[in-house]
């Protein structure tokens, strides 16, 4: 296609970067968008992040913004730059550093996965980010990037789990044909010789790009796909003082972000969607249930069976290794807005994932408890999509114990608090009530200050931040 706009790259990327600051619902991503240097250069084949720098290919960028008929359109340009976003708000190039070095293919698949998901969600979402934002196409008009519904709901890290087995079924599958045909190739060599099998493979290897390894059907069609990179070397020359200050910058860009997204009127909730959880909840509630609720290897008596209390009968309740019925307790109190309250959506949507409970009952409180949502087993693949967060005041966590003991039609298996543990001095309240075993996951929120946080009654466990 032929450019008939005259617009260069620089000037299509001040055009982006306009357009998703002043887009109702992508406003929240202006901060980490503008955060670091933008540079246009030959240097990367399309597009790069270390996870606080950017960089574009000026062919590429014009390419993307260029229509069939020559004219500018920057909505799939708008959708790469958010995908550049995306990398720096997930930490990809630091906390999947790991990752990358077992195999940087699977690791830079994953993490785009990821972030198209969460991408696409958005457009079909708000219709204001579809009118600014579009996946590049193919001629075709099919989406020209990794992005499939079955890696829905899964971190970056489970997705890399999902693609490393696929490889190695792969690799089986092909060991297995090589060595039939190796029998078979045994008894041509006989009639053939072996400059055959060497032309063999001298081609193989040239096919393979001089590496002697061709590439597997899967990981082929995973780089036809790929349209960025990620600069791991840049991240990790950084100093820890540097690196220290890229998560201050990141972080504070999306602090204030969100903040001004706010007052715009967007939905700041949905930008949870881009944290991930940092807690294996499975493993996580499945050593807390079992610590705080079995007293035997089927009952137990700590907690008495709530349904024939009113006939005077203390039963046991028995234990089993299906998780029936959680309370999830978030605190929307004006402490936590912005990226802490994202860390703590990311890590219900683990939960419910992971242990799957036959019931949630998902609390929002502040000085109060604001929301009130009840979800079953099989609910849960819309959960973020259809909760609500409400709050934004003080905070009192002596809410949450005066809502469970009122609450006598509610039995629960344990009970999960979110907070940053930063009350201002409030009560904890009166737990005296209260006989399910209380969880209590702290975000540290970046000062320290929630580490000096104590229950008064159940245990706590701490959630990093980054």
């Known amino acids: 296609m032929k450019n008939q706009h005259g617009y260069n790259a620089k000037q299509i990327i001040e055009r982006v970067n306009a357009t998703i600051m002043s887009t109702k619902n992508l406003s929240m991503f202006g901060g980490p968008l503008l955060t670091g240097q933008t540079t246009v250069t030959d240097s990367v084949k399309t597009a790069a992040t270390d996870g606080y720098n950017t960089k574009y290919n000026p062919d590429f960028v014009v390419s993307i913004a260029t229509d069939d008929y020559g004219s500018l359109y920057i909505a799939p340009a708008v959708f790469v730059a958010m995908h550049e976003v995306g990398h720096k708000v997930l930490r990809h190039v630091t906390t999947c550093y790991d990752l990358f070095t077992t195999d940087a293919l699977l690791a830079n698949a994953s993490a785009d996965y990821a972030i198209n998901l969460i991408l ?34 899964m971190s970056t890290r489970q997705i890399f789990a999902a693609l490393r087995k696929d490889k190695d079924a792969e690799q089986k599958q ?3 044909g090589e060595q039939e045909q190796g029998q078979a ?19 193989a290897g040239e096919q393979a790009g001089g590496t002697g390894q061709a590439q597997t059907p899967m990981e082929q069609e995973l780089v036809s796909k790929m349209w960025d990179e990620h600069d791991r070397a840049a991240a990790s020359d950084r100093t820890p003082e540097e690196k220290a200050r ?20 967007g939905d700041v909730h949905h930008a949870f969607a881009v944290t ?26 700590r907690m008495f069976n709530r349904k024939v209390l009113h006939l005077g009968l203390y039963q046991p309740t028995t234990y089993s290794e299906k998780v029936g019925r959680i309370g999830v307790f978030i605190d929307t109190s004006g402490s936590t807005t912005g990226e802490l309250l994202n860390k703590f959506m990311a890590n219900l949507a683990s939960i419910v994932e992971q242990v799957s409970p036959e019931e949630l009952l998902l609390g929002y409180w502040d000085t109060q408890i604001c929301a009130v949502e009840r979800y079953r087993e099989g609910e849960y693949d819309r959960l973020l999509e259809a909760t609500k967060p409400a709050g934004g005041g003080g905070t009192s966590p002596a809410c949450i114990p005066l809502y469970i003991a009122s609450d ?22 009166d737990w005296s009530a209260v006989t399910t075993p209380v969880l209590w996951c702290v975000l540290d929120d970046g000062y320290g200050s929630s580490k000096a946080f104590t229950p008064d009654h159940g245990v706590k466990v701490g959630v990093k931040y980054s």
Do not use: H
């Open 120 to 153: 696409m969600d958005l457009i079909r979402d708000y219709p204001d980010v579809a009118k600014v934002m579009q996946p590049p196409r193919n001629a075709d008009g099919t989406v020209c990037m990794l992005y499939d519904e079955k890696y829905r709901g």
């Open 174 to 176: 092909k060991q297995a």
């Open 185 to 203: 190739g045994e008894q041509e060599q006989e009639q053939a010789g072996e400059q055959e099998q060497a032309g063999e493979q001298e081609q």
């Open 246 to 265: 890229v998560e201050r910058d990141i972080d504070q860009a999306v602090r204030q972000s969100t903040q001004i997204a706010g007052r715009l009127g």
């Open 276 to 301: 991930e959880p940092d807690v294996d909840w499975e493993e996580a509630l499945d050593s807390f249930i079992k610590q705080s609720c079995a007293g035997d290897d089927e009952v137990t008596t």
């Open 408 to 429: 006598d039609d509610e039995d629960y298996d344990c009970i999960v608090i979110f907070t940053d543990g930063v009350f201002y001095g409030a009560s904890q309240g």
